[in-house]
């Protein structure tokens, strides 16, 4: 997929002048970029052809749009997607590279192909009130986008077979000290297949003894792909999911309160997932996985693996 395409290889991409200012809004200026790993993958000619949102550690909410780029020198505009121009610092890394295509579907609110939370269901993305009610309208009504913010809930999250949350850039979902459920999100049993990807669930909020997970699912009717997934200061473990065909790519629970993982799946693929400094187990269950791959699990209390 070209966006994945993308996203791997700006992860090294730095801003080496152009962009230092705080310049007006849909200014066209010229960034000068290095790459670690050499040239940049592709020349992508055109109006909108993708965006990229910076990571600078005191500014993180501009989006560029790009016009053009020969590789080394790219054409943008500055304050693309209403956001606001900032000063930036020298050297300046970028991220979250969308193609037009992806754009076009999102549309300025909801389509039927991708609902945008925020656009589409004025739900909060700074982490002031709460976004239960939208959570549960914008699934309802079909695949959800979920853009870069901090997202405040008090219940579960109940995800359905053949729903989908999804995002590009940053979220943050993080329940509130007085949640009420189980985890913050519930993984549902029927038929269809349930795609999770690229959020981060943050349990600090949580007091010690209210015993919520981040990912709950219990169901021998599974089907579930959970993508990029952070999962960390839970007040009990990280996952707890039981079912089949079940797909966990790069998932990361650490510095929970229970264990990493606890797991009672069938016919299904872990890759590349971590389990790091929880206070009980790294992973840990009854479990026949058909593959197990590049899986990490260090500096958990009671053992790595239970």
Not at 18 to 38: I, K, P, Q, R, Y
Not at 81 to 90: A, I, K, L, N
Not at 257 to 281: H, P, Q, T, W
Request: a negative charge.
């Amino acid at each position: 997929m070209l966006t994945e395409l993308f996203v791997r290889n700006l992860a090294s991409t730095v801003v080496v002048t152009g962009g230092m200012s705080a310049v007006s809004s849909d200014t066209v200026e010229t960034l000068t970029v290095e790459e670690s790993d050499g040239i940049f993958p592709v020349v992508r000619e055109g109006h909108e052809q993708f965006h990229f949102k910076d990571q600078n550690p005191k500014h993180g909410e501009e989006i560029f749009s790009c016009v053009a780029t020969n590789g080394n020198h790219w054409k943008v505009i500055r304050g693309a997607e209403g956001s606001t121009p900032v000063q930036h610092d020298r050297r300046f890394a970028i991220r979250q590279v969308i193609t037009s295509e992806f754009l076009q579907r999102l549309g300025d609110g909801s389509t039927t192909e991708l609902c945008n939370l925020v656009t589409g269901f004025n739900a909060d993305p700074t982490g002031r009130t709460l976004v239960d009610d939208e959570f549960e309208e914008a699934l309802e009504s079909g695949p959800v986008y979920l853009p870069t913010g901090r997202y405040r809930i008090s219940r579960p999250i109940n995800i359905h077979p053949g729903q989908v949350l999804m995002s590009f850039g940053h979220p943050i979902i993080k329940p509130v000290a007085s949640f009420g459920g189980d985890a913050a999100i519930e993984l549902l049993d029927g038929s269809g297949s349930t795609r999770l990807e690229n959020v981060e669930l943050d349990g600090s909020d949580l007091g010690a003894g209210t015993d919520i997970y981040g990912i709950f699912a219990e169901t021998r009717m599974l089907d579930a792909e959970v993508r990029h997934v952070r999962i960390t200061g839970f007040s009990n473990s990280g996952m707890i999911l039981s079912g089949r065909s079940v797909m966990l790519d790069r998932v990361n629970c650490s510095g929970n309160f229970g264990s990493g993982f606890e797991l009672n799946l069938e016919d299904s693929v872990m890759f590349a997932c971590r389990a790091i400094d929880n206070k009980r187990y790294g992973f840990v269950g009854s479990y026949q996985i058909a593959n197990m791959i590049g899986c990490v699990s260090r500096n958990n209390k009671l053992g790595n693996l239970g």
